[in-house]
DNA sequence: TAGATTGTTAATCGATTAACAATC
DNA sequence: TAGATTGTTAATCGATTAACAATC
């Protein structure tokens, strides 16, 4: 896996969803389900699903169904969330301290290991089990530790610059907090978490 | 305006990092803009610019370009962001104190103006200059504000049913951080704040 | 007027959905 | 075998992009 070409973000979003799913359902001890019954909940078109799996093989059994567990893990397998991956964070302010307890990243694997900022009254201090450290000491670390993926919780106005000063030392990968439109290599790949875009379009469509 | 049909979210988003991007050449003190030079740092077509302009009417002038801060505003009506919006948060965690405090809502108009939990250690407590309030009260400030707008930060496990219950007080909108698909009326509209997702995406692509 | 840039139409591209043969 | 459900193809739908007439 890993191989295949123009895979919309649209489907790996949805697999990720998928995944969420079937670890409820396995966890309510449900072995099987049809792609009829796990679209149900998920505003989701059972065919959708059936594409979405498709791009990466089959994963059913006609006349029957989905095996929870098993799809589960494949689906791990396909996203790479089926190892532990380790990734770093800068910028700990109040949302960089709530993503270093988020739970969520640690259900899919993802591990937060450590985190950097540039305000000497923060480097040196402990946010849930990890040490502050200096913003200029990153690429130090990630060299030693090879880790590609980081977080991005800096004010809108440093996160350009900061941005490009860790694609400098190796980033390959970043999930944006900024309200900004990152100017990067086309090789870095960057998702945006735009909360205030979000609750733009509920005002909107609200009239 | 208001009343246009069928604009799809990909618009409104755009809508937004437009407005953004015109508040900064604002501030800049640039009065006129062309399409080609307002998208060339956004990962955006001039024409995608002009088509997504083009659904709520005509806003440039044929070999000049667009008026930066008339332009602003015009967008600002069109989202419904021209007026101060005010919406309540529900579940006072880590995450949902640092939205209380995320500078990002505020830049859009829009103000949480109370904050609700279920634990008793929570409320009354102060929360920048908002009160945590108990949630079997929000009942009684809906009523009283008429917000229809609820940020929603509670943990997955009471993602719907909290989400339930705050629907039956006449929420119509809802932010959703927990990594949940909410079982709605079809008349309330729900945007997903999905980071695990997010993150999910960038470890795919970065195989 | 000549040059520039919009607003809009038509063409392209890609994603979703429906339909159904394959097969458990 | 009959019924159910997958995997996949083809049809549909919608969004993006290119092209250009309109016009400042």
Same mark, same amino acid.
């Given at each position: 896996?890993?191989?295949?070409?123009?895979?919309?973000?649209?489907?790996?979003?949805?697999?990720?969803?998928?995944?969420?799913?079937?670890?409820?359902?396995?966890?309510?001890?449900?072995?099987?389900?049809?792609?009829?019954?796990?679209?149900?909940?998920?505003?989701?078109?059972?065919?959708?699903?059936?594409?979405?799996?498709?791009?990466?093989?089959?994963?059913?059994?006609?006349?029957v169904g989905y095996n929870v567990d098993s799809l589960a893990n494949s689906i791990r397998k396909i996203l790479g969330v089926n190892r532990e991956i380790d990734v770093v964070l800068i910028g700990v302010?109040?949302?960089?301290?709530?993503?270093?307890?988020?739970?969520?990243?640690?259900?899919?694997?993802?591990?937060?290991?450590?985190?950097?900022?540039?305000?000497?009254?923060?480097?040196?201090?402990?946010?849930?089990?990890?040490?502050?450290?200096?913003?200029?000491?990153?690429?130090?670390?990630?060299?030693?530790?090879?880790?590609?993926?980081?977080?991005?919780? /800096?004010? /809108?106005?440093?996160?350009?610059?900061?941005?490009?000063?860790? /694609?400098?030392?190796?980033?390959?990968?970043?999930?944006?907090?900024?309200?900004?439109?990152?100017?990067?290599?086309?090789?870095?790949? /960057?998702s945006n978490v735009d909360m205030a875009s979000e609750l733009g379009n509920i005002i909107y469509y609200l009239k």
């Open positions: 896996m890993g191989k295949e070409k123009n895979i919309s973000t649209e489907t790996i979003k949805r697999l990720i969803i998928y995944l969420r799913y079937l670890d409820t359902l396995n966890k309510n001890g449900i072995k099987i389900i049809s792609s009829e019954n796990i679209t149900s909940l998920l505003n989701v078109q059972p065919s959708q699903f059936r594409k979405d799996l498709s791009f990466f093989g089959e994963f059913g059994k006609r006349g302010g109040k949302l960089g301290s709530a993503l270093i307890q988020y739970t969520g990243f640690k259900k899919i694997n993802v591990n937060i290991v450590s985190c950097f900022d540039k305000n000497p009254d923060k480097i040196g201090t402990m946010v849930e089990n990890i040490r502050v450290e200096d913003i200029k000491n990153i690429g130090k670390t990630l060299k030693r530790t090879g880790i590609r993926i980081a977080i991005l919780c /800096v004010p /809108v106005e440093e996160a350009q610059s900061v941005a490009k000063y860790i /694609v400098g030392f190796g980033i390959k990968g970043i999930l944006n907090f900024a309200p900004a439109t990152l100017v990067l290599p086309a090789e870095v790949n /960057v």
